[in-house]
């Protein structure tokens, strides 16, 4: 077995099946790390809480809804809507955080009154939010707060509001992904089916496990409008409570996250019969054959040809230039839950990295099984390091940058180590074509920084090249390529956009329109049938 | 099996595992079900046989199942030259590796919890 045991951890045996290296002729019958576990005591994990799960990552993106804690001020603060789930709406949901402030004597008296007052008092002071989403945390569940009867009592009582109860405590499972499992069930049982959508076209899609990061959603929303398919809901970035409701009507569920949203699209399978598409957003090659999946279940090769042919001419050249300067750099792919298997293998092939580790905190062995199938050999992948394994491995891989999240990222800058920040993103969104050369210019200028040449160097003991002046990040990653590859014809370094995400918001989607007239009329007639 | 076959059958497991995603569904069950309607609309495909597309489930396999197909044909030319019944063979082994690798041989200990 190709377990690895890292030197800090040699005091906690239960971690000796934690962490794997993929060795020459190993597969999945003998290399797999243990995952989804209960977190050792000692290991000082840094996992989320499953309130956190169902909260941060898949709740609180729902862009028309007041997000309301019944627990503590702390559990609130903690999930301050602070990962860039942008929306149409001037980011309502990012701009408000709510929370009932339990406090002792509620835990001594019960806080079902405060909850019905907070509910109430929430509604008054946003009157134009008639939607709200109310978490459950470790303290009201201890208590045995009923929330339900109070969400129903409050929705008799306003008439107007709908109130959505979501039971994923803190301790609702090892990690976060135990709040994805409960928030995922909950909104199936609770919401789906209680909307009815108003069909605008023959092909009606819900995009499933995309949280709008930096308008990653908007994104792969503009392809599918652009071949005139109907997006029902997005599960759950930049979409209503109502869109979400109707998600029974659509016709095939597009699954991007697998880990955080596949429960609900094998719900909608067993329930409604909608079959589900796993796709990868990322990478060119795969986003083209995921877009023409989508579009031949419809009968939309031609539209969705278009529109890959006009995306990789547009962004190739862009690509290819970052890929000739990225070539053999040694990332960690230390992301959250899917990047882990979405970039595992396509970074290496597209941008012509080394993908040397690649980690989750809160993943199951399925997704490490998807790592693992797609990264290459040597990589180390780990489940649910602690920093001291994360700083280990760093120090025995040296990469040259490491892709995680803002915790983690910062302690690797702290050993002179860039890091991008893939769970928020630096300069996103990265879905999509423009967004894979998005990444690539990001990992460029992390990777080819001139401060971080600079902060490499020791004052205490280096010697300070004095003889040569200030150089920047072209005369620093130009230095090993000849002229003839430093200046291949067409090939340049990104030109998109600042922000390439609000213009889609006012734009006319002609296949759309068309589709949206079609209906219309089909509905007139109905309401008034011929005579 | 001669080794020959063997090999080929594991450069096309390798090609699945590396870049696509239908085979590792959550449970044994559908696991099952995934690979065997994906990997038998490759094979019907791959023999010049029409696949079932009545159903919009049997839609969704098809559309794995062809780009697996069309995958296959693109990248290994030597899958263009091999006669129906070697092909037959070679889907027949590749869906009893693909189970293996997903299923059978797995060390993944959630494919057998009962609910979602
Ligand atoms: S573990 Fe419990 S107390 Fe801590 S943040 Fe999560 S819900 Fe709150």
């Given at each position: 077995?190709?377990?690895?045991?890292?030197?800090?951890?040699?005091?906690?045996?239960?971690?000796?099946?934690?962490?794997?290296?993929?060795?020459?002729?190993?597969?999945?019958?003998?290399?797999?790390?243990?995952?989804?576990?209960?977190?050792?005591?000692?290991?000082?994990?840094?996992?989320?809480?499953?309130?956190?799960?169902a909260?941060?990552?898949?709740?609180?993106?729902?862009?028309?809804?007041?997000?309301?804690?019944?627990?503590p001020?702390?559990?609130?603060?903690?999930?301050?809507?602070?990962?860039r789930?942008?929306?149409?709406?001037?980011?309502?949901?990012?701009?408000?955080?709510?929370?009932?402030?339990?406090?002792?004597?509620?835990?001594?008296?019960?806080?079902?009154?405060?909850?019905?007052?907070?509910?109430?008092?929430?509604?008054k002071?946003?009157?134009?939010?008639?939607?709200?989403?109310?978490?459950?945390?470790c303290?009201?569940?201890?208590?045995?707060?009923?929330?339900?009867?109070?969400?129903?009592?409050?929705?008799?009582?306003?008439?107007?509001?709908?109130?959505?109860?979501?039971?994923?405590?803190?301790?609702?499972?090892?990690?976060?992904?135990?709040?994805?499992?409960?928030?995922?069930?909950?909104?199936?049982?609770?919401?789906?089916?209680?909307?009815?959508?108003?069909?605008?076209?023959?092909?009606?899609?819900?995009?499933?496990?995309?949280?709008?990061i930096?308008?990653?959603?908007?994104?792969?929303?503009?392809?599918?409008?652009?071949?005139?398919?109907?997006?029902?809901?997005?599960?759950?970035?930049?979409?209503?409570?109502?869109?979400?409701?109707?998600?029974?009507?659509?016709?095939?569920?597009?699954?991007?996250?697998?880990?955080?949203?596949?429960?609900?699209?094998?719900?909608?399978?067993?329930?409604?019969?909608?079959?589900r598409?796993?796709?990868?957003?990322?990478?060119?090659?795969?986003?083209?054959?995921?877009?023409?999946?989508?579009?031949m279940?419809?009968?939309?090769?031609?539209?969705?040809?278009?529109?890959?042919?006009?995306?990789?001419?547009?962004?190739?050249?862009?690509?290819?230039?970052?890929?000739?300067?990225?070539?053999?750099?040694?990332?960690?792919?230390?992301?959250g839950?899917?990047?882990?298997?979405?970039?595992?293998?396509?970074?290496?092939?597209?941008?012509?990295?080394?993908?040397?580790?690649?980690?989750?905190?809160?993943g199951?062995?399925?997704?490490?099984?998807?790592?693992?199938?797609?990264?290459?050999?040597?990589?180390?992948?780990?489940?649910?390091?602690?920093?001291?394994?994360?700083?280990?491995?760093?120090?025995?891989?040296?990469?040259?940058?490491?892709?995680t999240?803002?915790?983690?990222?910062?302690?690797?800058?702290?050993?002179?180590?860039?890091?991008?920040?893939?769970?928020?993103?630096?300069?996103?969104?990265?879905?999509?074509?423009?967004?894979?050369?998005?990444?690539?210019?990001?990992?460029?200028?992390?990777?080819?920084s001139?401060?971080?040449?600079?902060?490499?160097?020791?004052?205490?003991?280096?010697?300070?090249?004095?003889?040569?002046?200030?150089?920047?990040?072209?005369?620093?990653?130009?230095?090993?390529?000849?002229?003839?590859?430093?200046?291949?014809?067409?090939?340049?370094?990104?030109?998109?956009?600042?922000?390439?995400?609000?213009?889609l918001?006012?734009?006319?989607?002609?296949?759309?329109?068309?589709?949206?007239?079609?209906?219309?009329?089909?509905?007139?007639?109905?309401?008034?049938?011929?005579? | 099996?001669?080794?020959?076959?063997?090999?080929?059958?594991?450069?096309?497991?390798?090609?699945?595992?590396?870049?696509?995603?239908w085979q590792?569904?959550?449970?044994?069950?559908?696991?099952?079900?995934?690979?065997?309607?994906?990997?038998?609309?490759?094979?019907?495909?791959?023999?010049?046989?029409?696949?079932?597309?009545?159903?919009?489930?049997?839609?969704?396999?098809?559309?794995?199942?062809?780009?697996?197909?069309?995958?296959?044909?693109?990248?290994?030319?030597?899958?263009?030259?091999?006669?129906?019944?070697?092909?037959?063979?070679?889907?027949d082994?590749?869906?009893e590796?693909?189970?293996?690798?997903?299923?059978?041989?797995?060390?993944?200990?959630?494919?057998?919890?009962?609910?979602?």
């Amino acid at each position: 077995m190709p377990y690895h045991t890292f030197k800090c951890s040699e005091c906690i045996p239960e971690r000796a099946m934690h962490a794997v290296v993929k060795g020459p002729g190993e597969d999945l019958t003998s290399c797999l790390p243990l995952g989804y576990l209960n977190t050792i005591p000692g290991t000082i994990s840094e996992r989320g809480c499953a309130f956190c799960g169902a909260k941060h990552v898949i709740g609180a993106p729902m862009k028309d809804v007041i997000h309301l804690c019944h627990g503590p001020v702390g559990c609130t603060y903690d999930t301050w809507h602070t990962k860039r789930y942008i929306s149409d709406n001037d980011n309502n949901q990012l701009k408000y955080a709510w929370a009932t402030d339990v406090k002792e004597k509620n835990v001594v008296f019960g806080a079902e009154k405060l909850l019905k007052k907070t509910i109430i008092d929430t509604f008054k002071a946003q009157p134009h939010l008639k939607r709200m989403t109310i978490y459950q945390t470790c303290a009201t569940a201890l208590i045995g707060d009923d929330m339900d009867a109070v969400a129903r009592e409050v929705m008799e009582e306003l008439g107007d509001v709908d109130i959505f109860v979501c039971n994923a405590p803190g301790f609702g499972g090892p990690s976060q992904s135990g709040g994805h499992h409960k928030i995922n069930i909950a909104w199936v049982d609770q919401k789906v089916g209680t909307k009815e959508p108003k069909i605008e076209s023959d092909y009606v899609i819900n995009y499933v496990g995309d949280y709008n990061i930096q308008g990653d959603a908007e994104i792969m929303c503009d392809y599918f409008h652009r071949m005139g398919i109907q997006v029902l809901s997005t599960f759950t970035g930049n979409s209503t409570f109502d869109e979400l409701a109707t998600m029974h009507r659509a016709h095939l569920n597009v699954l991007e996250c697998a880990r955080s949203a596949e429960y609900i699209c094998n719900e909608l399978r067993v329930r409604y019969g909608i079959p589900r598409l796993d796709i990868d957003g990322f990478g060119f090659d795969l986003l083209n054959e995921s877009l023409m999946k989508v579009a031949m279940f419809f009968g939309l090769e031609e539209k969705a040809q278009k529109i890959i042919d006009e995306e990789n001419a547009r962004w190739r050249p862009e690509l290819d230039w970052y890929a000739r300067r990225l070539k053999g750099k040694r990332i960690c792919l230390w992301p959250g839950g899917s990047k882990l298997w979405h970039w595992a293998h396509v970074i290496e092939e597209e941008m012509g990295v080394k993908v040397v580790s690649v980690y989750s905190k809160f993943g199951h062995q399925g997704d490490f099984e998807k790592g693992v199938a797609r990264c290459s050999e040597g990589a180390l992948a780990i489940d649910d390091p602690n920093e001291l394994e994360a700083l280990e491995a760093m120090e025995e891989l040296k990469p040259d940058i490491i892709l995680t999240g803002m915790r983690p990222g910062e302690v690797a800058k702290k050993i002179r180590i860039p890091y991008l920040n893939i769970h928020a993103y630096h300069n996103g969104p990265y879905k999509g074509y423009e967004g894979w050369v998005r990444l690539a210019r990001d990992l460029y200028n992390a990777i080819y920084s001139p401060m971080y040449q600079l902060a490499a160097i020791d004052i205490s003991k280096d010697e300070i090249p004095l003889e040569r002046g200030f150089r920047s990040r072209r005369m620093i990653s130009d230095v090993t390529l000849s002229p003839e590859e430093a200046n291949v014809e067409g090939e340049h370094p990104y030109t998109g956009e600042y922000d390439n995400v609000t213009r889609l918001r006012t734009k006319v989607y002609p296949e759309l329109e068309a589709q949206r007239a079609k209906h219309q009329e089909a509905a007139e007639e109905v309401l008034v049938p011929a005579k | 099996m001669d080794e020959t076959m063997k090999e080929k059958i594991e450069i096309l497991a390798d090609y699945i595992m590396h870049r696509c995603l239908w085979q590792f569904h959550s449970r044994a069950w559908d696991r099952e079900r995934q690979n065997a309607q994906i990997l038998g609309v490759a094979k019907q495909l791959l023999l010049g046989e029409e696949p079932d597309l009545s159903t919009p489930e049997l839609k969704c396999y098809w559309l794995d199942g062809f780009h697996l197909a069309k995958g296959f044909r693109q990248r290994f030319d030597w899958v263009n030259q091999m006669s129906k019944e070697e092909l037959a063979t070679l889907m027949d082994g590749l869906k009893e590796r693909v189970d293996y690798l997903t299923i059978h041989g797995s060390l993944n200990k959630e494919l057998t919890v009962a609910a979602y």
